[in-house]
């Protein structure tokens, strides 16, 4: 096969954008001086809030007394539903989540009380003493549970196109499945804390880890009834979110502000880790029904999926979880008849909520396992049968009515990775040593990523920006983007030094804040640089041309005359110094600082009809994994990886690589290793790092390449990069294939019965029902 040809981009000299420059806090973060809400020197009376839990995962709070708690020395206040001044409720938008269970109890570890103490200690020991009567019941704890008992968070939602049951039923070949994908724990390494500090007249600043600064400081007025204005929330930086901080951050900050309104004191909540497994939600399991009709080249014809999503006691955020893997059950491949139909399922567990990806890993590993059956039924390589289903130019709309305009660059990208990982003569490598190896079996697998990127509530695609220019040519920015390690921070920060023509250390960052930029939308979505970046060219970019236009005025040049760079304005063929330039501006009465705003173009979506453009664009990739397994014991390890990001034209290539190795990692966790066990009591028995075990670095392949495709942005997106937080994530699909590969091996006639995560323990039992022998 040729090589084929790589889009050609030009040239463009920037200072600061588009290079790879580190990350604002790196040093801090390896020296252990960046300040994190723990470290921040606590006010004089600082209390300390601990919670107290439901041992029950399902039925009616009969009584609760909490009179032997008060008694305990240090205990300053006990808190429970009746001192609640406005609403009990810390839901993100279906009023279905109280701060504290009042009646109902909806898991095993639900918030029945507070307890605010002296010292955190003696907060964590008196909610042991409360007494409790529960009318207990049995909770639905799986899937099934909830389809027998016909309960939902939200309604059932389908959308498709064609007849797809008639074009399965006419295809020459047909193949139906159950395939099961776990959840994933978030594992930040901070865990959730909050801390509130009473302000006069009722205000209240709350120091809060969340992606969501300003839905914290809505649901803190809800609950307090009080103003919006009332509250700030501050964020300088998160010790990771992954989306477990988009919505669920919010109870505890709540909490911390009732606390501190209950006592006029500052209150400090900071979860232990086992608690926080316990009282925070995770990444939505799904049992996936699934239907294909194809030829035997393995196009398919028609496709029907039910994505069964167990959601937990709440809605929380699966409306747009469940919508996103729904959108995202296509993948990159063209389905002429194609059905997606979709239930919310009420489980009596912790709600589920936001991971990195956001639903769509879930529904895009589904129609990866597909294909991979209609390889092993055809007898075709994977990777050919995915390129035969691939979009392509008259081929080139999603179920949901989307076209996909970058057809080429999907299919260029892949065959590039092909070449670049040699992946067909190390098919051939495979199958021989396979063939000599009757214990130790190795697999492969290319798999290509296609992820849409916008928030799905189209309101939610807007962002703001604040900008001061100071006289001595300082700049203050900030904005409503949050910084969980991602790098988000330095990456505006380089837009507003590019867009000045100044150093990046003239850019001061400054931490997200509520009394800053208001009404913002979370960082979520990997939409922070494209949305934040975009606020905060607009609003640096407003100064600039006032700037210009002193500058023109003043020196009687024009204005297409004048531009900024090396930390100097150069006017006609004299320059001074950008500080200069903003001393006489000041002197002229010229304001020197600006709120950007920026929405983003384009998106629309019908949901009731269920079509409509709901992403701005899409970012693309591929990863080809190579695994060994031992089929004796299902031990295995990834020997290598090899990986092809399409980020358009990269703000910063170090950090957007980080992210796609990061994101890869943790991807490679959730389906390997990472598995979520709960008792049928409801209780979480993977509730710490003894039990749950997430990638380490012994789990990094030694061979691992990371490459940046040269592509560029079709829509006007910031410097025209694309979006890197969250597609990485299903670059991991490739590994979870490759281990089906190694398994399918033993019998390749028959199909792999492996669910995600393929646990070693999984794996054996794949290998023993291959080998005739299942296990019990």
Not at 400 to 410: F, K, N, P, S
């Amino acid at each position: 096969m040729n090589a084929p040809a790589k889009p050609m981009i030009e040239a463009e000299v920037l200072r600061h954008v588009r290079q790879p420059l580190p990350h604002d806090s790196g040093l801090k973060h390896v020296q252990g001086s960046a300040q994190y809400i723990d470290d921040i020197r606590e006010p004089d009376g600082t209390l300390h809030v601990a919670v107290g839990q439901s041992p029950k995962a399902r039925g009616r709070l009969v009584s609760l007394d909490v009179s032997a708690v008060r008694a305990v020395p240090g205990v300053v206040a006990v808190l429970t539903a009746a001192d609640i001044p406005g609403k009990n409720d810390v839901s993100p938008a279906f009023g279905d989540d109280p701060l504290f269970a009042d009646t109902a109890i909806g898991f095993l570890g639900q918030a029945l009380f507070a307890v605010v103490a002296t010292s955190r200690d003696v907060a964590r020991r008196a909610v042991k003493q409360a007494v409790m009567a529960i009318d207990a019941e049995a909770p639905s704890i799986t899937v099934e549970d909830a389809l027998e008992r016909g309960e939902t968070v939200l309604p059932d939602y389908a959308y498709g196109r064609g007849d797809p049951e008639a074009a399965i039923g006419q295809a020459p070949l047909r193949l139906d499945g159950r395939f099961r994908v776990g959840g994933q724990e978030h594992f930040y390494l901070e865990g959730q804390i909050a801390l509130a500090v009473p302000g006069e007249d009722g205000d209240i600043h709350v120091y809060s880890s969340t992606q969501h600064p300003t839905e914290v400081q809505h649901v803190v007025a809800r609950v307090l009834d009080i103003p919006d204005a009332y509250v700030t929330c501050e964020t300088r930086r998160m010790g990771g979110g992954f989306g477990g901080k988009e919505s669920q951050a919010t109870q505890w900050a709540v909490t911390a502000a009732l606390a501190a309104r209950a006592t006029g004191r500052p209150c400090k909540l900071r979860l232990d880790r086992d608690d926080d497994f316990i009282l925070t939600g995770k990444r939505h399991d799904f049992r996936c029904d699934w239907s294909v009709g194809f030829d035997r080249d393995g196009r398919i014809q028609g496709y029907a999926v039910d994505l069964l999503a167990r959601c937990g006691y709440s809605a929380d955020l699966s409306s747009g979880v469940v919508d996103r893997a729904m959108f995202h059950a296509d993948n990159a491949y063209w389905m002429p008849a194609v059905r997606i139909a979709s239930k919310r399922l009420k489980t009596n567990t912790v709600s589920n909520t936001a991971f990195r990806g956001f639903g769509g890993p879930q529904g895009m590993l589904a129609i990866e396992h597909v294909m991979d059956r209609i390889a092993w039924a055809t007898g075709r390589d994977p990777l050919d049968v995915r390129y035969a289903n691939f979009y392509r130019e008259a081929e080139n709309v999603t179920p949901y009515g989307m076209e996909v305009e970058e057809t080429d660059t999907l299919l260029n990208l892949v065959r590039t990775l092909e070449q670049t990982s040699n992946y067909r003569a190390r098919r051939e490598e495979i199958a021989a040593f396979n063939a000599s190896s009757p214990i130790m079996k190795r697999g492969l697998a290319l798999t290509p990523v296609k992820f849409g990127i916008s928030f799905t509530l189209t309101h939610m695609n807007q962002a703001g920006a604040l900008v001061h220019v100071y006289q001595d040519g300082s700049v203050h920015l900030n904005h409503g983007g949050t910084e969980m390690g991602q790098g988000l921070y330095v990456k505006v920060a380089q837009v507003v030094a590019e867009e000045f023509g100044i150093a990046l250390e003239r850019v001061r960052i400054t931490a997200t804040t509520t009394a800053k930029v208001p009404n913002t939308s979370p960082t979520a979505a990997s939409s922070g640089s494209d949305l934040n970046g975009m606020a905060a060219r607009v609003a640096a970019g407003a100064i600039k041309r006032r700037m210009t236009a002193h500058a023109a005025e003043a020196y009687g040049v024009p204005e297409d005359q004048i531009a900024f760079r090396d930390d100097r304005v150069f006017v006609g063929n004299q320059s001074l110094a950008f500080d200069e330039l903003a001393k006489k501006c000041i002197a002229a009465r010229v304001p020197l600082s600006e709120a950007g705003h920026y929405k983003t173009p384009k998106i629309t979506w019908d949901r009731a009809k269920g079509t409509g453009r709901p992403f701005f664009y899409f970012a693309y990739g591929a990863a080809c994994s190579e695994v060994i397994v031992d089929t004796l014991t299902g031990e295995n390890r990834l020997l290598r990886a090899d990986i092809l990001h399409d980020v358009g034209r990269s703000l910063n290539p170090a950090i957007d690589i980080g992210q796609i190795e990061g994101g890869f990692v943790q991807g490679m966790g959730w389906l390997t290793t990472e598995e979520l066990v709960f008792s049928r009591d409801g209780r979480l028995l993977t509730h710490a790092p003894s039990t749950y075990k997430i990638p380490v670095a012994s789990d990094v392949p030694a061979d691992f390449t990371v490459a940046l495709y040269p592509n560029e942005n079709r829509e006007e997106t910031i410097y025209r990069s694309k979006a890197v937080g969250e597609p990485p994530i299903m670059l991991a699909n490739s590994v979870f294939c490759a281990l089906a590969d190694a398994v399918h091996a033993l019998d390749p006639a028959r199909p792999v019965p492996l669910d995600a995560p393929a646990t070693p323990e999984a794996i054996l039992r794949a290998c023993e029902t291959l080998r005739g022998r299942p296990m019990g």
